[in-house]
């Protein structure tokens, strides 16, 4: 902890002129001394303290918007038409309206970790006391990169988190005040703002994070984390099954502790869908995960949950109903998703159990874990056997009769974000053959707009689910459950070659499962890195997707690669707000490998990275304004995001451009001298079409100007290399990224020399790299 | 014909929407007369079939009539060089929509930006992005050349089944006379 309040109590006091009875003085907050490292010029910044570190991004990185729409419907002045620069009503024009709309995601995102680590933390002091320790593992002295950096505070309990998640809170309001009709109008200033919500997003992610780390007793930073169970098929479908889905691990894991303190494991099976699972085996590797996020229908329609426990965040809106279609009882855990059932919190166990068993309630809000615990468990039991895993799914003959309804209109197809082509394997399941409707599932992200849009209300989704029932019940793989944060001994080993570039680059793949097409692209493109020893990391449904996929010998990346945050290893961090920590690993690299100070240092510590760390995020499935937040906080420390084509809903990119000569110089801290230094690296968010081309832009974007000759000539190797096998060509742009002729990978010496002398390529200095004069050393005379 | 409608329903867009090519020599008379036209082509084309023949086949076909250069996106490169056909540049989608909104950029040739970009080959809604950026950005006028009724465009079919848009296509090919 690094500030106190000073509080001083007088019972009497008497002095010359008076006499004072029970005085007491409160001074604020002061800092706390214990800590040598000197305060940097942002402890706890405000909205615009780091501007200028936005704006010297936002020129050379600028948006590029593609409006979602065009209208602004905001406030009763509209709707207003924003086409071509039109402003609106209140004088916004549509780039103003897209930032605008950017920034609100962002704010959403952001608070929805902030509000799930606030829930977190005051549970866990509650339960464990304000005293807590913050231990997030051994050999860890850097607890909590992202917190230093940006609070300047070094939490040393669970109660020092409270005062960050003050300052999350309190920004996050200001954010969207300024979001408001009659607030902001510069789109650029929108954008600086954005780049703040991401960055106090990554703030209340560390702090969910090292909360329930510390508290709950989750892998503290192991690489050999235990394995756990994924995949539709774990599922021991003839015990009682709980299935819990969200994001925030308290009721999952009070149920874990039920069914131990009953003794009874073995007996029930709990499964997860999304982060809620991730962190439920953290928490407990004999709970089992079920899948990602779009696994909610297919499982929950197959009738195999016998009671369903939501928590927060990427829950379906409709799983009451849902869930009543299989005769499950539902309980809700969170004052963020009530679903319209009666708080039965203070009420006796006993008759709650008997309610949801009886069906006389269908579903009950509860918000003491503990107890949802125990009513779920007690419930299932006597729950699954009257339900006898009853499901929602038609067999081959209702199957086959139900798609005979299908008209061939196309409203399923137009409805479908992947566009699949349902019409057509309805046409063949009606003559019997299900095999191409099984084929879509791969593609199906489960949101059954499909059966929304169908005017013959054929249940397009259950038909492509029940077509792929076989295969379904075939998912079996395993997963390292999430370690949590990176040692500060595995950045003393990787510090170095990162940066300078030796290993050729840190990618992390996060996020959700919107996938194009299907998660075994995040599989392909994860494996290809670690080929080429990459340290690759995983986070979310991503990590599970990682995990659902397997190699000719039967096994998966996880049993393939080693747990490690090293060169050809592969790191699940955990849920989403454990991607802190990959962040975190960054800001780690400049204060254990480059001694930059963090405290409250967050502008240089960015400007570090951005020059020297090549890491990039991608977030093939981006969906949630959570991943957009967690991409702000990437983009503000200088970490590029990819994105799948999906992600282009983002509304607006963050692009570079290579041919402009003019935007890639920096100061040479050496001299002060600005030096060109190439795209590097070129965007900042970026969608790609094709698995094809994110890969070959991942290993693009892990240049930085930092890179030796040696490190340059590594990634140059990757670069060239996977354009010339995915494209067919060697890119066109070398010549950028060659700096001197000892940069050429030797393997490809003639071909690349050959296009340089065409370009007319001329040697240049490799800088020290900063965006920072304050940081330039000695000034050029 | 079917009426012009987005393909995706629910991607509305707002008060000024595509106008429909009824006749595809509007087509050909608009490239004909612009000065520097461009071709935008994604990686689909060499996934979908038009009568038996890839997409990217008839959009070579088209571009080689027209004299249209071809920017090719994400991997669709090397389906055209395997094609023996070499794109003017091969580029992101999200980099050349990017430029083209630019009036300071040289287009693919050195010799200024360009005044007409024709769309094909993306996913639909890759491409109803890209084109809503430069609906309100860029002063390049767009077309559409893809099966479905693009709103954010200029100009764009309106949603055809497979014979009809064969037929559009190759009426704009041969709106160009015999390619030698």
């Known amino acids: 902890m690094s500030k106190k309040a000073l509080q001083l109590k007088v019972e009497e006091l008497r002095t010359e002129i008076a006499l004072l009875k029970n005085l007491e003085i409160t001074v604020g907050r002061i800092y706390e001394e214990t800590w040598s490292e000197k305060i940097g010029p942002t402890p706890f910044p405000s909205l615009l303290d780091l501007r200028e570190w936005d704006l010297k991004l936002l020129e050379r990185y600028q948006p590029f918007y593609m409006p979602f729409c065009d209208l602004c419907c905001l406030c009763t002045t509209g709707k207003c038409d924003l086409t071509k620069q039109k402003r609106g009503g209140c004088g916004l024009d549509i780039s103003g309206q897209q930032s605008r709309m950017v920034l609100i995601t962002e704010c959403i995102g952001a608070s929805t970790h902030i509000a799930h680590a606030r829930h977190l933390v005051d549970h866990l002091i509650e339960k464990h006391g304000h005293d807590c320790s913050i231990n997030v593992g051994q050999n860890i002295e850097v607890e909590a990169p992202i917190i230093r950096t940006v609070c300047a505070i070094r939490p040393k309990t669970l109660e020092d988190l409270e005062d960050v998640l003050e300052y999350a809170e309190s920004q996050i309001t200001g954010l969207l005040a300024a979001t408001a009709t009659g607030q902001e109008e510069s789109n650029i200033d929108f954008e600086s703002k954005i780049l703040h919500a991401g960055m106090i997003d990554h703030v209340a992610m560390e702090a969910a994070d090292i909360a329930q780390v510390s508290a709950m007793g989750f892998p503290r930073a192991d690489p050999d984390a235990p394995l756990a169970e994924i995949g539709f098929g774990t599922v021991d479908v003839s015990k009682p099954t709980i ?13 874990m502790d039920y069914i131990d303190s009953q003794k009874m494991y073995g007996q029930i099976e709990v499964a997860g869908i999304c982060c809620t699972a991730h962190d439920v085996t953290r928490y407990n590797p004999k709970a089992k995960i079920v899948g990602p996020l779009s696994w909610q229908l297919r499982f929950i329609r197959s009738g195999l949950p016998d009671l369903i426990v939501l928590d927060e965040q990427c829950i379906r809106a409709d799983t009451l109903i849902e869930a009543q279609k299989i005769k499950a009882p539902v309980i809700v855990t969170s004052d963020k998703n009530c679903a319209e059932l009666a708080n039965r919190t203070a009420d006796d166990i006993n008759e709650i159990v008997a309610d949801l068993v009886s069906g006389k309630a269908l579903g009950v809000l509860i918000l003491n874990p503990e107890k949802v615990g125990e009513v779920a468990v007690r419930a299932v039991r006597e729950v699954a056997p009257k339900r006898s895993k009853f499901k929602n799914l038609p067999n081959q003959d209702r199957l086959v009769a139900m798609a005979k309804k299908c008209s061939g209109c196309s409203e399923c197809r137009r409805a479908c974000p992947n566009d699949l082509l349902i019409p057509e394997a309805m046409a063949f399941a009606a003559r019997g053959n299900v095999a191409p409707l099984s084929e879509l599932l791969n593609g199906c992200i489960g949101c059954a707009k499909c059966e929304s849009a169908c005017p013959n209300r054929v249940p397009v989704h259950s038909l492509i689910v029940s077509a792929a029932g076989e295969a379904l019940s075939q998912e079996r793989y395993k997963i390292r459950v999430g370690r949590g944060g990176i040692q500060d001994v595995e950045i003393r080993k990787v510090g170095r070659p990162i940066v300078l570039g030796e290993i050729p680059g840190i990618v992390a793949f996060v996020g959700c499962s919107n996938y194009p097409h ?6 392909e493109m994860a494996e290809e890195f670690l080929k080429r020893r990459f340290i690759v990391t995983s986070s979310g449904c991503a990590a599970m997707s990682i995990a659902m996929h397997t190699n000719e010998n039967g096994k998966n990346i996880y049993e393939s690669y080693p747990g490690a945050f090293d060169a050809g290893c592969i790191s699940n961090v955990g849920s989403c707000v454990a991607n802190s920590h990959v962040a975190g690993a960054a800001m780690k690299i400049a204060s254990i490998f480059a001694r930059r100070d963090l405290r409250g240092n967050y502008e240089e510590v960015a400007d570090y990275v951005l020059n020297r760390v090549g890491a990039v995020g991608v977030a093939w499935g981006a969906m949630s304004q959570k991943a957009a937040a967690i991409a702000g906080g990437c983009w503000r420390l200088g970490i590029p995001i990819v994105v799948g084509p999906h992600g282009m809903k983002y509304r607006r990119m963050l692009l570079g451009r290579k041919d402009r000569e003019n935007d890639w110089y920096v100061y040479d801290a050496r001299t002060g001298a600005k030096t060109y230094v190439g795209p590097a690296p070129e965007h900042l968010f970026y969608a790609a079409e094709t698995k094809e081309e994110a890969i070959v832009m991942i290993a693009k974007l892990c240049m930085r100007p930092n890179d030796t000759s040696k490190g340059r000539a590594i990634k140059l190797t990757h670069y060239v290399d996977l354009h010339k096998r995915l494209f067919g060509v060697v890119p066109d742009d070398i010549h950028l990224f060659v700096r001197r002729v000892s940069d050429i990978p030797m393997t490809m010496k003639n071909e690349i020399e050959k296009i340089l002398v065409q370009k007319e390529w001329k040697e240049r200095i490799i800088p020290d790299p900063t965006l920072l004069t304050r940081l330039v050393r000695r000034r050029k005379e | ?30 490239i004909k007369s612009a000065k520097r036209p461009l071709f935008i082509v994604g990686p689909e084309s060499a996934e979908r079939e038009i009568a038996g023949e890839k997409e990217i086949d008839q959009l070579i076909q088209i571009a080689k009539a027209g004299k249209i250069p071809i920017v090719a996106t994400s991997r669709a490169v090397i389906d055209f060089t395997r094609r023996n056909y070499d794109p003017a540049l091969w580029m992101p989608a999200v980099d050349i929509a990017n430029r083209l909104r630019d009036p300071k950029w040289m287009g693919v040739k050195g010799e200024g930006q360009h ?7 993306m996913q639909y809604y890759v491409e109803w992005l890209l084109l809503s950026g430069l609906k309100h950005f860029g002063d390049v006028r767009t077309v559409s050349f893809g099966r479905f009724y693009q709103p954010h465009a200029n100009w764009s079919f309106p949603n055809l089944d497979e014979k009809e848009w064969e037929q559009n296509l190759r009426a704009v090919r041969n709106g160009f006379g015999r390619v030698k």
């Open chain 2, 1 to 30: 014909m079917s009426k012009p409608e987005p393909w995706q329903k629910a991607e509305v867009p707002g008060p000024m929407k595509a106008l429909v090519i009824s006749k595809p020599e509007a087509v050909v008379a608009m």
């Open chain 1, 243 to 255: 299935l819990v889905i969200g994001h925030n691990v308290l009721p999952a894991a009070a149920i």
């Open chain 1, 518 to 523: 299907g998660g075994c692209e995040v599989a």
């Open chain 2, 115 to 121: 005044d007409l970009a024709l769309f094909a080959g």
